[in-house]
């Protein structure tokens, strides 16, 4: 950025990049999903780190380096296919973290619930008290992220710290449930085929995403161009492994049909405290997945509000979204815009649905809204020369994005399914448009 526009502060290292990605990367939320799918879901894991998260660990490695500044995809795209490309590209990947923050909270609150033993599990799912625990972590999140990464970044490293020690515990269960007579599921390769499944596949390649948040604070990161590749490879491989290993523990704890796909992991502990005759498990579990979500949420709010930020330093939001807070130098405008069209769209998707049905239609549109960017990540890395990546990693977002229009068993109406995520995310392209023409007319 010139010198005349405002500037974040550099506050990210090599270390803080490292554990910054496997907080956004390492959800332990989609391990129960995964989990909740069968072991089959071991290969799909195997499948999209091959195909989806190593093609996207080349491509934002290669395109951090040639574009170190601050906006990341945004910045990308703009170079590589124009103005409006870029503005669509960040304004999708803006508006599906909107979507994402609820979904995220909504397993964290109900996973948390498990801390307060049985009162808590026998409430886990009730949305009387789910969306509004939901809201008040939503807002507590987002006036925390106000003081800027100086202090938001901790809460991603232990996040970090806490989803590892989630997969360490995971395999000491898993591996003294082997000892004492044998696992609950029996393994195999292939996954289940069925429809119901479908919209879950797209679930797989969506939780591999992550490693584009980091390059949005380019310019918050000391030395990007060197340090955000060498983040990208260190967390890669650690994300991955987490994925694969820690659904195979969950898997020998539980059979898949008693896996929740909202609150199967806390259920983990729950299970692993009976088995083992240590009451003091599940509320230690339910509180290191508190910390990991909490950890996620905090990269990607943090990664989300740079992105208006930098359309508005270009002109193509409203001046107000360029501001900084004067004390802590943070685009508050835009966290707290995110602030209330994340609590409104929170509400909006619970009418008519139950909770886990709220969840699942949050998801299914974040989905699509994520990956859709994702397209233009990857065309632009086969435009500065990334062909192979470029072309294998564009072919699995597309396949994920129809996956993800399939609807799942359990939703109250599938034309309504349809209308909310479909219609849902064609209505986020279409209401682009408007802002970037008035802006662009308005500042000529």
Request: glycine share 10%.
């Amino acid at each position: 950025m010139a010198a005349s526009q405002p500037a974040l502060r550099r506050e990210l290292k090599l270390w803080h990049l490292v554990l910054f990605n496997i907080s956004a990367v390492a959800g332990v939320r989609w391990l129960a999903a995964a989990a909740h799918a069968g072991p089959g879901s071991l290969l799909l894991w195997l499948i999209a780190a091959l195909g989806f998260f190593l093609p996207c660990a080349l491509v934002v490695s290669a395109l951090s380096q040639k574009f170190p500044e601050e906006g990341g995809l945004y910045i990308w795209t703009k170079r590589a296919f124009g103005d409006w490309h870029g503005f669509l590209c960040a304004w999708l990947y803006f508006t599906s973290n909107i979507c994402y923050f609820p979904t995220l909270l909504l397993a964290g609150v109900t996973m948390a619930s498990y801390m307060f033993g049985q009162p808590g599990i026998r409430y886990s799912e009730d949305a009387r008290l789910a969306i509004p625990a939901t809201l008040a972590a939503l807002w507590l999140t987002f006036v925390l992220n106000l003081v800027g990464l100086r202090f938001g970044k901790w809460a991603s490293v232990l996040g970090a710290v806490a989803t590892y020690l989630i997969a360490a515990l995971l395999v000491l269960f898993g591996i003294a449930t082997i000892a004492r007579g044998g696992g609950a599921t029996h393994f195999h390769l292939l996954p289940d085929l069925s429809f119901d499944n479908l919209n879950f596949w797209s679930q797989i390649a969506f939780a591999m995403v992550g490693l584009e948040v980091a390059p949005i604070l380019g310019g918050e990161i000391y030395d990007p161009g060197k340090l955000i590749p060498r983040a990208a490879v260190l967390s890669g491989f650690g994300s991955a492994a987490f994925y694969i290993v820690g659904t195979a523990a969950l898997l020998v704890l539980l059979t898949p049909e008693q896996i929740s796909p909202l609150t199967g992991l806390a259920q983990a502990g729950h299970v692993a405290g009976g088995i083992f005759g240590a009451g003091w498990i599940s509320p230690v579990f339910a509180l290191f997945i508190t910390l990991s979500i909490v950890g996620q949420l905090t990269a990607f709010v943090a990664g989300n509000t740079r992105l208006p930020f930098a359309l508005g330093v270009d002109h193509y939001l409203p001046p107000s979204f360029a501001k900084l807070h004067p004390r802590w130098h943070t685009p508050y405008v835009s966290i707290l815009t995110q602030g209330i069209l994340a609590s409104a769209l929170l509400l909006l998707m619970q009418l008519g649905e139950t909770l886990r049905a709220t969840y699942q239609i949050l998801v299914d549109l974040t989905v699509i809204a994520t990956l859709l960017p994702f397209l233009y990540i990857f065309a632009s890395g086969f435009r500065f020369g990334l062909r192979w990546a470029g072309a294998a990693g564009g072919a699995i977002t597309a396949l994920a994005i129809v996956l993800s229009a399939v609807p799942p068993a359990g939703v109250a109406s599938i034309g309504i399914f349809e209308l909310k995520v479909v219609g849902g995310a064609i209505l986020l392209v279409l209401a682009a448009r408007p802002f970037f023409v008035r802006e662009r007319a308005r500042v000529r």
